[in-house]
């Protein structure tokens, strides 16, 4: 049986629900002890009745499914959009109370504790997501070593495709708590110590993903050898291991065969559903025939759905989670005269802070083209739903912010052409728009900080420049129609430019430090929105200084954040839950040891 990508097809759908209960069972026979799998209970499945070519990639389809995230919805987002941009300079949570809100308010304001509770949506459900999706990897390895019917080259591709989602897993729980354990396809046990540093295990997962993995593969969102190359790569620059990174950076560049998309907002397109830049995806479906009406959106991309107003005209009647902070949007606008960011004044007196005036008037200064199809903005088009109408679109409207997010909603014109949006009638808003998790772009920005710290600055702005050389280009701007007076004097309808756009490249790198900062920059407007910033401030060991001077003057922009601060060597990471910690006791002593501070 050939292998589809969780989402590819319809069909898959239910193989995926199959291989789920087939790894919930072997999770269930794996934690009994070795006694009990020396019996092969009659009538019962277990990793040696599923040792075919068959069982092997319906469990890895289960392993893939784990990347959409399954549990509180928000809080495993397979962009950790809670995790990566909530507590960082670029976005605000928006609901200030809810069932939903609870705990992500606590995350913006560096007050989660470690007592999360078992009602809310927190971190905790990021924690047993990433368990649950290690444990479907670790049922393929253990499996396919024993499958009939493969050869070795097949075994090894099957192996390193689970290794390479074992890695990603294991990362996700490393840059989010710091003290994650590392589960082995042996442990059986899994009350295991966090105490062990597990990048080597992680990079040893992934560099056999790397030589073991095909160049290609036939299904969208199947992760090839340039998936294994970038990920190990980003693996070494959160280490700040910038000569091991490079080598594996320029191999991507030279011989993936990967490229910028013509235009930015192609990666953000529902009906792209791979683009030349995507290295790693996941991949979402909405209206699979074997859902119910009830359930249509649940392959959907559901941790990232409730970022819009609510009704009033605008594209979902959800909520309002997920807004771009005021100082995300100063630092798109550019210098008037050259077009390059505003590194020292870029959030003084800078776009507005309120769109409820009826003469409300937008920002007339020049700005990176790439705002636009990051946040949604008062008085604009917001995608094809029509002009932004500000206050309208935001509900409740205190501590909100005014910008909404973008670039995971879906075009209006979509939802009947392609079936891209769920028939579901209490989510509305659930889409089949994709997520990537590394783009081409992401890898350029970093061979760009590697060129900055061990190589050449001359290269280092050469990468700088193709990314805002892509942005530049007049063909992906936001367009809005215009009734222009002709000379003849009668009017006709002109496209012009949403707003007043102006971004150049650099002419220079004059010192290490220029470039350093600019390649950081870049990434920030980049990359926006996606769940990296607050990871990048981190792994650059500069997020308390950057967050507690955002915080200076944001906390006079929007209430909640008043008086708030980041504690150094504390708000790095997420609590590990108290009841984590609990469980993992063994012989009266627990084995996860909790982070810093909490």
Not at 493 to 522: C, G, H, Q
């Amino acid at each position: 049986m050939q292998l589809q990508s969780i989402i590819i097809e319809k069909n898959k759908q239910m193989n995926a629900i199959k291989a789920f209960l087939l790894t919930s069972l072997i999770g269930i026979f794996s934690q009994c002890g070795e006694d009990f799998l020396d019996v092969q209970p009659q009538g019962k499945l277990n990793e040696m009745t599923i040792a075919s070519e068959k069982g092997v990639k319906e469990l890895l389809v289960s392993a893939y499914a784990e990347l959409r995230g399954h549990g509180r919805w928000w809080s495993v987002a397979p962009s950790n959009w809670m995790y990566g941009d909530i507590p960082s300079d670029d976005a605000y949570v928006g609901e200030r109370a809810g069932d939903a809100s609870n705990l992500m308010n606590e995350i913006e304001e560096y007050t989660l504790t470690a007592v999360q509770g078992s009602s809310t949506i927190g971190p905790q459900d990021k924690w047993q997501s990433v368990f649950k999706g290690i444990s479907r990897c670790n049922a393929v390895i253990r499996t396919v070593r024993n499958a009939d019917g493969l050869s070795d080259g097949d075994v090894k591709a099957l192996e390193a495709e689970a290794r390479f989602l074992r890695a990603h897993f294991h990362f996700e729980g490393k840059k989010i708590f710091n003290k994650f354990p590392f589960i082995a396809e042996t442990v059986t046990d899994f009350r295991v110590s966090n105490k062990e540093d597990i990048w080597p295990l992680i990079e040893a997962d992934l560099q056999f993903a790397y030589e073991n993995l095909p160049e290609v593969q036939e299904e969208i969102a199947r992760v090839t050898k340039w998936s294994a190359a970038a990920l190990l790569a980003k693996a070494h620059l959160f280490q700040n291991d910038y000569t091991a990174a490079k080598p594996i950076l320029d191999d991507i560049i030279a011989n993936s065969g990967r490229s910028l998309t013509p235009k930015f907002y192609d990666n953000f397109n529902e009906v792209n559903r791979v683009t030349s830049e995507d290295l790693f995806i996941v991949n979402f479906s909405v209206n699979d025939p074997a859902r119910s009406t009830w359930d249509y959106g649940y392959e959907g991309n559901i941790g990232e759905y409730d970022f819009m107003g609510w009704d009033a005209g605008g594209p979902s009647w959800g909520g309002t989670l997920f807004k771009g902070s005021y100082n995300l949007a100063n630092a798109f606008r550019t210098d008037p005269l050259t077009g390059l960011p505003l590194f020292d004044s870029y959030n003084e007196n800078g776009l507005p802070t309120d769109d409820t005036a009826s003469d409300f008037v937008p920002y007339q200064g020049t700005l990176d083209p790439r705002i636009d199809h990051t946040l949604g903005r008062a008085g604009l088009p917001y995608l094809d739903w029509g002009i932004h109408a500000g206050q309208a679109w935001r509900g409740w409207v205190s501590d909100f912010g005014i910008y909404n997010s973008k670039k995971r909603w879906y075009r209006k014109e979509n939802t009947n052409k392609y079936n891209r949006e769920d028939h579901m009638w209490w989510l509305m808003g659930l889409n089949a728009n994709n997520y990537s998790f590394i783009r081409y772009a992401d890898v350029l920005l970093w061979a760009a900080e590697c060129e900055v710290e061990i190589g050449s600055l001359d290269k280092a702005r050469e990468y700088v420049n193709e990314v805002r050389g892509r942005a530049a280009n007049p063909a992906g701007m936001v367009k809005i129609y215009k009734k222009e007076l002709h000379p003849g004097g009668y009017y006709q309808d002109s496209t012009v430019n949403a707003a007043n756009y102006l971004i150049r490249e650099y002419p220079s790198f004059p010192d290490k430090e220029y470039a350093r900062r600019a390649v950081r920059w870049e990434r920030r407007l980049e990359l926006a929105m996606e769940g990296h910033r607050f990871f990048d401030l981190v792994r650059w060991g500069i997020a308390a200084e950057t967050i507690n001077t955002y915080l200076t003057v944001e906390g006079t922009r929007v209430n909640h954040l008043s008086g708030v601060h980041f504690v150094e060597n504390k708000n790095e990471y997420q609590p590990i839950d108290s009841k984590e910690i609990e469980l993992s006791t063994k012989d009266g002593v627990p084995q996860l040891e909790q982070n810093n501070g909490f």
